[in-house]
């Protein structure tokens, strides 16, 4: 992703096509490091990512094809957007409805490839498929679809003489403006991907769980009835719930939201005569929304595994305080079973940890800004705006643009706001 805002875009393709093969290979996992992360914790296991991430991957490399010019390169990874969301939708078959199966940004992007590529046909059923997609995570994600893309919809409908097709979508987005597909090959279109704000970011929740009620008061006089966060007193509880015994711990990984402040950005296009054609941006993907949605359904299975594990921890410990006291003599057992107690559970609430891995360079929000212009040389600018709030933008500098009828040309730009 460095690489990709860098636009060292062919290196950033090679990077992610080894994580899209460890990705592939990490599906199958390994009885021993299963065994290992039960005994410990979920760290020990390689970090295969979310499905959203898996997703992100391909479009990140559409993207870097798309901003090489390359547009067949980019079209490989829309059809491996197309499939990928495909076997997510058959996983979600006979389960909830409302998971994440479908994707209405990466739908929308590969329409827009298609397009650029001429192939009117493949981008209307993208565009479609991507305002289905937005409606149906809208619920959740609260991200509605774009009007640049209903304008999208319509044309292409158009274009292909779908008249029943249109006459639905006039009324369904009667405010909607859009060019007919012979004005859009006449014009040249620069696309804006703007990446907003930092990916929410994974901390740990504790819950330390008594076993009797002793261990309740010693729990309820450390931590109150408040859950604790972070690590900061690890070693302090490790030492103290080792020395009673009587306390299990359980870690649960936590979201912290790192929104960005920026809503909107404005390109502006300034061709040599000084005439500007400017527009702004959309909302189009909220990335935080969709971590938290995949945090959620997964919760439930991660905190039964998380309780089985400290469960199974805490037995084992158990059963070395007993060993090794009956194996001294009746004087020395207390002592030892106290030393024992202290090194094996406390080791065994500090081994606690929630596994906090995430793709932490992906952004908050991704935005997109679109215009259609007459061929020619053009400078291009990108400008944040809103609630007065001054944002270093990656890329912001004056690009030159040489633009010809029918061109697609794409701009990325990081917000760090």
């Known amino acids: 992703m460095a690489l990709h805002l860098a636009g060292n875009y062919a290196q950033s393709n090679e990077s992610l096509e080894q994580a899209e093969e460890i990705v592939e290979r990490l599906y199958t996992r390994t009885v021993r490091s299963e065994t290992l992360a039960f005994l410990t914790n979920d760290n020990a296991l390689p970090y295969e990512g979310d499905p959203y991430e898996h997703v992100m991957i391909n479009v990140v490399k559409a993207l870097n094809y798309a901003a090489q010019n390359d547009v067949a390169g980019a079209l490989v990874e829309a059809r491996r957007i197309d499939h990928r969301l495909n076997v997510l939708n058959d996983r979600l078959k006979g389960k909830s409805k409302n998971g994440y199966g479908n994707d209405g940004f990466a739908r929308y992007l590969s329409g827009i490839l298609y397009e650029a590529a001429g192939d009117l046909n493949n981008a209307f059923i993208a565009y479609r498929n991507a305002c289905e997609a937005y409606e149906s995570m809208r619920g959740w994600s609260q991200v509605a679809c774009p009007p640049s893309l209903r304008a999208d919809l319509l044309s292409s409908a158009e274009a292909l003489g779908l008249a029943d097709a249109v006459d639905r979508y006039r009324s369904t987005y009667p405010d909607v403006e859009w060019l007919s597909a012979a004005a859009r090959q006449r014009l040249a279109q620069v696309v804006m991907i703007s990446y907003n704000g930092r990916a929410p970011r994974k901390e740990d929740f504790y819950l330390d769980l008594p076993i009797s009620l002793d261990a309740l008061q010693l729990v309820l006089l450390n931590r109150g009835f408040s859950p604790s966060f972070g690590s900061r007193d690890r070693v302090m509880d490790s030492v103290l719930y080792g020395l009673s015994g009587r306390v299990v711990r359980v870690a649960l990984p936590r979201l912290v939201q790192q929104k960005t402040r920026i809503p909107i950005e404005t390109m502006t296009l300034t061709d040599e005569r000084g005439v500007s054609y400017a527009t702004r941006s959309e909302r189009v993907h909220d990335l935080t929304a969709l971590a938290e949605k995949t945090l959620t359904e997964r919760l439930p299975a991660m905190t039964v595994k998380a ?29 030892v079973g106290l030393l024992v107690s202290l090194l094996a559970k406390g080791l065994a609430v500090a081994s606690e940890e929630a596994d906090k891995r995430s793709w932490r360079t992906l952004p908050d929000e991704i935005h997109v800004a679109r215009v259609w212009v007459p061929s020619g040389r053009y400078r291009a600018t990108v400008h944040p705006s809103g609630g007065g709030v001054a944002a270093w933008v990656a890329g912001a500098e004056e690009s030159v643009l040489n633009l010809s009828p029918g061109q697609t040309m794409f701009l990325i730009r990081r917000v760090v706001q």
């Open 307 to 335: 309780v089985a594990r400290a469960a199974a921890k805490f037995s084992m410990a158990e059963g070395a305080v007993i060993g090794s006291q009956q194996a001294v003599g009746r004087e020395a057992a207390p002592w």
